[in-house]
């Protein structure tokens, strides 16, 4: 299964035209694109709060993501670009109850950061979220302190709901925990 949408991105002075990303299902062959992508042990931190051992490996990668489907039924992404490279990642999962859903682990390929790929891989995913699986809202967290990341989400229409100070320590610093949610209709900018 694979969710193909052209996406006008903006062309603005920094982004690339988006026309063709598409999201699938991670496939094991996905992993090597990604080995790398968070090299650092801090910016792995800030990336999954350390559900992944670090640095990353594929056993352990793979043993966390079957874990974690066969808990909450967590399906893992990857987003390909144009070029057909691999170049984003993110999970997913609906709570059938409540019907809100949930990203998690939303990271995208370090030399292709800040030109629109990680917009354009969420608005993927937040179209299969509300078209596909008929969640009425979706729901993810960030630590405040990931900048980047938060503006991310914002930029998406996220909203902050609330925020848990000091709900993780990384070495001597403590981050919040900030939960954030997206409805259907709102705006992204
Ligand atoms: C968060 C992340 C996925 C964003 O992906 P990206 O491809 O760089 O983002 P985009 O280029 O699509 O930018 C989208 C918006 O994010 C914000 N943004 C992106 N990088 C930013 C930065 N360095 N500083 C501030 N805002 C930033 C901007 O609002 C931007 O909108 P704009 O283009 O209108 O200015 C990426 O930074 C990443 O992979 N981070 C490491 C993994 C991680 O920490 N994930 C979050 C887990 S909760």
């Keep these: 299964m694979a969710i193909r949408s052209p ?4 062309d603005a ?16 062959s996905d992993f090597d ?5 968070l090299p650092d ?5 800030m990336w999954c709060a350390n559900r992944f051992a670090h640095p990353l490996e594929q056993d352990n990668f793979e043993a966390v993501l079957r874990e974690n489907a066969a ?20 999970c997913y999962a609906l709570n059938p109850d409540t019907r809100v859903g949930l ?6 390929d370090p030399a292709r950061r800040g030109i629109g790929l990680g917009r354009a891989m969420l608005k993927l995913a ?19 302190e990931n900048l980047p990341a938060l503006r991310c989400y914002e930029a998406l229409g996220f909203t902050i709901e ?16 900030c939960g954030m949610r997206r409805y259907p209709e709102a705006a992204d900018r």
């Excluded at 996406?7 to 903006?10: E, M, S």
């Excluded at 042990?41 to 931190?45: C, E, G, V």
């Excluded at 990203?103 to 995208?108: A, G």
């Excluded at 299969?128 to 630590?143: C, E, Y």
């Design 33 to 37: 694109a990604m080995r790398d992508w």
């Design 103 to 108: 990203l998690k682990f939303v990271v995208v």
């Design 71 to 90: 808990r909450s039924g967590d399906a893992p992404f990857v987003a390909v670009a144009d070029d057909g490279r691999v170049c984003g990642f993110f």
């Design 126 to 144: 937040l179209e299969h979220a509300f078209n596909d699986t008929g969640a009425r809202s979706v729901r993810l967290n960030v630590f405040p």
């Design 7 to 10: 996406l006008q991105i903006r």
């Design 162 to 177: 609330r925020i848990d100070p000091g709900a993780f320590r990384f070495g001597d610093e403590a981050w919040s925990r």
């Design 41 to 45: 042990a801090r910016a792995h931190a």
């Design 13 to 28: 002075h920094r982004r690339i035209q988006v026309n063709s990303m598409t999201i699938r299902p991670y496939e094991p």
